[in-house]
């Protein structure tokens, strides 16, 4: 049983590092779509992921289009803040894509468009929040994913 995680274009490198860790600790694949908003190289993504970074099942694309394009058969799961239905109300599958966006903007508008149906929030319950930490919201949908696959 394993999910795959994807990150595009990721902006902050500590969320990247903390998801890093996450990813091994939960035998899940990280995705990562350039570009990125720091170098691989930055200590902050060490730090975050500490010690761990290499023995992470990590892959690399130069852009979405090559993600996209490697993975096309895939299921996938988008996660926005604007979507309508809440991540609890999907059927998790094993090597599911969980595709998260970068920080600032999320995913872009024309990927939601295409993949609504396919396109799930976190709930939020106070008003005076837009999104979750992006770390934060890849745990929570892993592990939904885990339980539902356990």
């Not at 394993?2 to 091994?24: D, F, H, K, Q, Y």
């Not at 908003?37 to 990590?58: C, I, M, P, S």
């Not at 309508?84 to 024309?110: A, C, Q, R």
């Not at 837009?130 to 890849?138: D, F, H, Y």
Request: glycine share 6%.
């Amino acid at each position: 049983m394993s999910l795959n995680i994807v990150l595009i274009e990721p902006e902050i490198p500590n969320n990247t590092g903390n998801i890093g860790r996450l990813a091994l600790g939960t035998g899940s694949t990280l995705h990562l779509v350039k570009p990125f908003g720091f170098e691989l190289t930055d200590k902050r993504l060490k730090r975050a992921g500490l010690d761990y970074w290499q023995h992470l099942n990590v892959l690399m694309y130069e852009n979405v289009d090559e993600f996209f394009a490697q993975h096309q058969d895939k299921k996938m799961i988008f996660f926005s803040a604007s979507a309508t239905k809440n991540h609890w109300e999907i059927d998790y599958e094993d090597e599911m894509f969980l595709v998260f966006g970068k920080e600032s903007v999320g995913l872009p508008k024309e990927l939601l468009k295409k993949n609504v149906e396919n396109t799930v929030k976190i709930p939020l319950y106070s008003e005076h929040i837009r999104s979750l930490n992006l770390a934060n919201a890849v745990a929570i949908s892993i592990y939904e994913g885990l339980r539902q696959l356990d």
